[in-house]
Each structure stands twice: as C-alpha cells, then as structure tokens.
C-alpha cells in the first residue's frame, strides 16, 4: 500500500494459523512480511500472562541468546519471537538449540532503552525521554521536544476518545520508540533497508516488526540552522510556518496512531487487522488544527482532503472490496483513493454507528497473530456487528459525507 503521507509495514494476504496442521512458519511468514505500503484486545479481554524464555540459537551469526516471549510456535518448531527490545524475529527450527524458562527479568528504564537504541543508528543521535516515548533523534533538541509533546498529547487524547466509546486502552508496559531524522537522505539511507526502492515515496512510517515510528525533519531545516537552546514554542511556530505544516503534523499524527493502537490493545501486532481499520483510525486522528501552535489538538474533526478525494473519487461497490480484502491499498494511486475510503468508513461509523463499530473493533482485536482470514470471515465479522452487508450502508454513507462538504465559494 503507498500513501503520500505515511505507510505502514503491514502484512499481506498470505498469514500462517497456529491451528494448521501442515505448513512452517518459515515459509508464510517471509512472504506475510514482504514490506508492503498502507499501514491485542481491549483490556477487557484478558490473555494469560506470557512467559519469557531464553532461547539459544546457532545461525550464519554464530551462536547467540534470544531472550522474549514466544508469540507463535509453528507446527515445524519455528518460532515468532518478541524480544526484549519490542522487536519480532522469527527463528526457523534448525537455529534452535536450546529453550528454557528465562530468569525474572529486570525491566530496562526508558534510558537504557533509548541508550541502546542509539547503539543501532547512525552516530550524531541524542536521546529525549517522556512520560510515554523514548525519541532518538538528530535533528534539533527543539524540533524533537515539539514532536514529543504532540505524541503525549494524542497518547492521552487516543486513551481518553476510546474509553469514551467503552475501550479502554492499555497502557504501554515500555516506553513507544520514535527514530526522527535530521534530514531525508539520512532517513532515507537508513529506512531504505525496510521500506525498499518506495522510500523515496514515504515521509514516515510504523514498523510492525521493530515496533517503532521512523522519520525525519519534515520541515526541511537542518538542526544547525535552529539555534541552540531554542524553546519547542519557538520550534512549533517556525514548524507551523512552513508550506508543509499540514503534512508534517497528519504524518506524524497517523504514524504515532498506529503505534498506540498496536500498544494499547485496540490491534494486535500481524494479526490480521483489516487495513481499512487500521488506517482508518489512523485517518480519524490525524487531521490537523493549523490554528494552534500545537498544530494538532482533536480528534475526529472532518479530514477536508480525504473528504474531498472520498466524495470526488467514489466508486459503487468500493465498501465491500475493501472489508473483504486489501488489494485496494497496494496500488500508488489507488492507495490514495483507499486511504480516503478508509478515513470515510471509519469517520461515518464513529459519528452514526459508534456502539456496532466498537464491537467490530473488539472482534477484531481477538484474533491471533498471524492467523487466516479469508475474505468469507471478514464479510462475517462486518455484517454480524452492523447487522448489515457492506453494499446496504454504502447509500447512508454517502448521503452522510455528502452534507459535510464545504460549498464551493
């Protein structure tokens, strides 16, 4: 999936069940996460505790100590294993030498967990640590303060706008890693190993396997050009300024979105989340307020653009092609378009069907990581929370988005 203003790395069509009874993990998931340009339950819905587990591998590295969580262990005994740093690997059977109940681990403070974060980039980074994030960056200190002070900002605003709706967002037990970028060549250089010949297209994006928000400078200013000691107000202005400031501030906004809601428990890492759920959510917050210096403070006011480009760009039968499946979302231009659908769906079920869109959001978040969904089960899960096909809510969906547009002058 490709947007102008941010993917994620989210998996394809093809996943693996743990309730398959042929087939290695190995296999399906070197094809489920092919990179791909787009994008756990509520509290409510408890999951046994996780057991940590020291895991000794033997590969073309040499050998080594993986030490995490088992997320999936495949008929073959492959393993998806979530470290300790938040990261996914998956561990094919003939690696494993060893696994053995790993000690009480000491959990690392925000600190050392930026400090060793720092270890993996590029010298020059600094480290900026909040209530919630852990911000690794080289740009300024003042660009980077402003960028964080929006992520706390949503991350309490995201919290407090599901528990409304009867969702009640979990809080993170380490701190969301955010890599911001002096400049686009260095991000580039550095994101190209996940993102591929498209990295000149994305200004940022979340990685489902790292688990962390890439970025960079958007507003084109070196770090050097901003005086030392410069407040983040000062940055937020100058930010706010330039030609780019809608752009920075949605993309920042949608990336940060879809780590809270990959954290929280409003989605699970690779399961299979329909992708016009989780960009839609991502659309829902990102929109926007130019009008303050924050540059961002509501949630689910009406995003112009993809309102317009929804309304201009309407195809009959565009609802169902994007419940069933995700193929929508894979095409440059056509991404555009779906990304616009995901934001009108999500948009029109918030404000007129916000009870039946939570209890799609719920069964959603109950599925496994890397389990199947064919396209029959989505159209079930759809159709038994709104009581409705995707096709009969195509016409009030319209009609709805249809009045919020903003009459030509």
């Not at 993170?172 to 993102?195: G, K, N, T």
């Not at 591929?196 to 940022?204: M, S, T």
Request: net charge neutral; charged share 25%; aromatic share 8%.
């Amino acid at each position: 999936m490709k947007s102008p203003v941010c993917p994620i790395m989210q998996p394809l069509a093809q996943r693996w069940s743990p309730r398959r009874r042929a087939g290695s993990l190995a296999a399906v998931l070197l094809a489920a996460l092919t990179p791909a340009l787009t994008a756990g339950p509520p509290a409510a819905e408890s999951r046994p505790a996780a057991v940590s587990e020291r895991i000794e591998v033997e590969d073309a590295g040499g050998r080594r100590t993986v030490e995490g969580t088992v997320v999936v262990e495949a008929v073959d005994g492959g393993l998806l294993v979530e470290g300790l740093d938040q990261r996914l690997e998956l561990l094919q059977p003939d690696v494993i030498r060893s696994r053995s109940a790993a000690d009480t681990a000491v959990q690392e403070s925000p600190r050392e967990v930026g400090r060793r974060i720092l270890g993996e980039l590029p010298p020059g980074f600094d480290l900026l640590i909040t209530r919630h994030y852990c911000v690794c960056h080289d740009t300024s200190r003042a660009y980077a303060q402003w960028c964080a002070a929006l992520f706390e900002r949503l991350h309490d605003a995201f919290s407090n706008s599901w528990r409304q709706a009867g969702v009640e967002i979990a809080e993170p037990s380490h701190p969301l890693v955010v890599v911001i970028f002096a400049d686009r060549q260095r991000y580039e250089e550095f994101a190209a190993r996940d993102l591929g010949a498209a990295v000149d297209r994305v200004a940022g994006s979340y990685n489902l396997l790292t688990n962390r928000v890439t970025t960079y400078d958007l507003t084109g200013t070196a770090a050097a050009a901003r005086p030392a000691g410069q407040a983040a107000s000062r940055a937020g202005l100058d930010i706010l300024a330039s030609p780019q400031a809608a752009g920075l501030v949605a993309t920042l906004v949608h990336e940060a979105t879809h780590q809270m809601a990959f954290n929280g428990g409003l989605h699970r890492r690779l399961a299979p989340v329909p992708v016009w759920v989780s960009e839609g959510v991502a659309t829902y917050f990102e929109t926007p307020d130019l009008s303050s210096q924050r540059g961002w403070k509501g949630i689910g006011s009406v995003n112009v653009p993809r309102l317009e480009r929804f309304l201009s760009r309407h195809e009959p039968g565009f609802l169902e092609r994007i419940v069933v499946d995700d193929e929508l979302f894979r095409g440059a231009e056509g991404g555009v378009d779906a990304y616009a659908r995901a934001w009108a769906v999500t948009f029109f079920l918030m404000q007129t069907r916000r009870a039946a869109f939570v209890d799609y959001l719920r069964t959603i978040s109950r599925k496994e990581p890397l389990a199947d969904d064919s396209t029959a089960e989505r159209l079930r899960d759809f159709t038994a929370a709104f009581g409705d096909a995707p096709a009969a809510l195509e016409e009030p969906l319209l009609r709805f988005l249809s009045r919020l547009r903003r009459p030509a002058r």
